[in-house]
């Protein structure tokens, strides 16, 4: 069966500082994708970040990189230059291998930046 | 990237009515669209797979006749609480996955969320 595991329920950063979110994963299948969602008190999902089991190279959008180590099946978010408007539920994501695509999601980390 | 919209954002209800929310891909065609309910401060359940001509696919401990899923079109998905109690109370929230080659069809896109509340 597959899981994803965030140990972090909570984390704070100051602003303009790095952060790491922690996501390890457990999956049998040698094809699979990992998504990271950021989810701001309104409650929507905002996509942030995609890495395939096959990409050769670690994913990065904007101020976002996925720090993908597959032999140890990890999956963390690095947020670069932290902004206030970052806080925020992050969410990380496993797609399942067959036809339905469905997601598979952790618990969830809720991120504080301080100013 | 891709707009998914639902509606109605926020709706309150009285118990035993029933409450219909409608999930549409606005600016891309989805196949499949996905149902989900949160509840506060927890992850996304997933609920159904919703396949555009035919019929959803629940989730194990998801009432099919509770929550009728209708996906009648490429770009509109449909879920029903029926004879909603307190308990149906949550945060339900749609994706639809983008069709296509490339990198996009790997995405899901999510609505904005839907905040029943059954009284």
């Known amino acids: 069966a597959q899981k994803i595991t965030q140990t972090q329920p909570g984390m704070f950063v100051q602003e303009k500082e790095a952060v790491t979110l922690d996501c390890t994963y457990d999956?049998?299948?040698?094809?699979?994708?990992l998504f990271w969602y950021k989810q701001p008190s309104s409650g929507e999902m905002i996509f942030l970040i995609y890495?395939?089991?096959?990409?050769?190279q670690n994913a990065t959008e904007g101020r976002y990189s996925l720090n993908f180590q597959k032999a140890r099946k990890s999956a963390n978010l690095v947020i670069s230059a932290s902004q206030l408007g970052d806080s925020a539920m992050y969410f990380c994501?496993?797609?399942?291998?067959?036809?339905?695509?469905?997601?598979?999601f952790g618990s969830g980390t809720r991120l504080l930046v301080r100013p | 990237g891709a707009v998914v919209s639902q509606h109605p954002s926020r709706v309150i209800c009285k118990s035993g009515t029933s409450v219909k929310i409608e999930c549409r891909s606005l600016?891309?065609?989805?196949?499949?669209m996905f149902w989900y309910r949160q509840f506060p401060k927890k992850s996304l359940m997933l609920m159904a797979t919703?396949?555009?001509?035919?019929?959803?696919?629940?989730e194990q401990g998801v009432e099919k006749d509770k929550f009728l899923i209708n996906h009648a079109s490429l770009t509109l998905s449909t879920l029903t609480v029926t004879s909603a109690h307190p308990e149906d109370s949550s945060f339900y929230i749609c994706?639809?996955?983008?069709?296509?080659?490339?990198?996009?069809?790997?995405?899901?896109?999510f609505g904005p969320g839907t905040r029943l509340l059954v009284l």
């Open positions: 994501a496993m797609r399942e291998v067959d036809s339905s695509y469905k997601l598979i």
């Open positions: 919703s396949n555009e001509g035919s019929k959803a696919t629940y």
């Open positions: 890495q395939g089991s096959y990409d050769q």
């Open positions: 994706s639809a996955r983008a069709t296509g080659t490339g990198r996009g069809q790997e995405t899901q896109y």
């Open positions: 999956t049998s299948d040698p094809s699979y994708g």
């Open positions: 600016d891309f065609q989805a196949t499949t």
